[in-house]
């Protein structure tokens, strides 16, 4: 029963991971830009939807809300493409890297200006308190955010094999000249990975913060799950859930079953095994180019 109740545990924690590492690695796939800023892209789709939701703040129902912050979110995705992303483009890709970082203190400096810096509850019905079945207890939160995440992954997942938007993000994807040669608006479709990113990010913090209390620093969740893309396999979208899955499972295992604080470090230590033993990532889609 203690494994199964740290396995459902560490999944719940998993899927929070691997959203955030979706978001990573949709930018990537269409961009080859890292958004390190996607971890409070995650904290600021928490907080806007506590503004929206919670009686000291705006006070509306939660499911009326659930649009509103969708819409927010996936307009500030794009508009941060268009506005100051392609402002740099053609350059160092370093600079990409570097502007997601500062923009990631912005976000954490404006959600503190906004909501204070101290730790507050959303007011979700997902977290329903606990579900008890014998000697196990499960947190309805968690098994909500367990099947909230497949089901959005499925959607995704029709998304792009069966939508026209989603058909030309895949093929921006793979080779951007091509896809503008067969008329393929890639700036626009990068703006709307960017806002399609910004949407993933809002579901993983309303996930998130349906678990327990949040603050601005929070977004630092998104360092856990850069790993978590890397270990899955940066250039796959399910690499990135299954990487989320796997890091969230370890740290709850090796929390009760290793000494104090090796559970800070266990992912990190698997993320080093796999880039000096699988560098692709474990799930990876290596495709072979004849030139």
């Not at 508009?79 to 890297?97: E, K, M």
Request: proline share 4%; net charge positive.
């Amino acid at each position: 029963m203690e494994v199964l109740q740290l396995l459902i545990s560490g999944m719940a924690n998993g899927c929070v991971y691997g959203l955030v590492a979706l978001g990573f690695v949709l930018i990537y796939k269409a961009t080859e830009a890292v958004n390190f800023a996607q971890g409070d892209f995650m904290m600021l789709g928490a907080f806007v939807t506590l503004g929206f939701v919670n009686p000291e703040f705006m006070g509306i129902p939660f499911w009326l809300a659930l649009p509103l912050v969708f819409l927010v979110m996936g307009t500030f995705g794009y508009l941060l493409d268009v506005i100051v992303l392609r402002a740099v483009f053609g350059q160092n890709q370093v600079a990409v890297i570097i502007l997601t970082i500062s923009l990631g203190f912005v976000l954490r400096f404006v959600a503190g200006l906004i909501w204070g810096h101290e730790p507050l509850s959303l007011h979700s019905p997902l977290a329903l308190g606990d579900l008890r079945m014998g000697e196990l207890v499960l947190g309805m939160a968690d098994v909500a955010i367990i099947i909230t995440t497949f089901v959005l992954t499925l959607l995704l997942w029709q998304f792009f094999q069966r939508t026209k938007i989603g058909l030309a993000m895949q093929a921006a994807s793979q080779n951007q000249m091509a896809a503008y040669y067969m008329g393929i608006p890639v700036k626009r479709i990068h703006g709307l990975v960017w806002a399609l990113a910004g949407i993933v990010a809002a579901v993983a913090g309303i996930l998130y913060a349906s678990k327990g209390a949040i603050d601005p620093n929070a977004g630092f969740i998104g360092i856990k799950a850069f790993a978590a893309a890397v270990i899955g396999g940066f250039g796959s979208l399910p690499g990135a859930l299954m990487g989320g899955l796997i890091v969230g499972i370890i740290e709850p295992f090796a929390a009760r079953y290793l000494p104090p604080g090796y559970s800070q470090i266990a992912p990190y230590a698997l993320l080093i095994g796999v880039l000096l033993f699988r560098p692709h990532g474990l799930f990876a889609q290596v495709r072979v180019k004849k030139v």
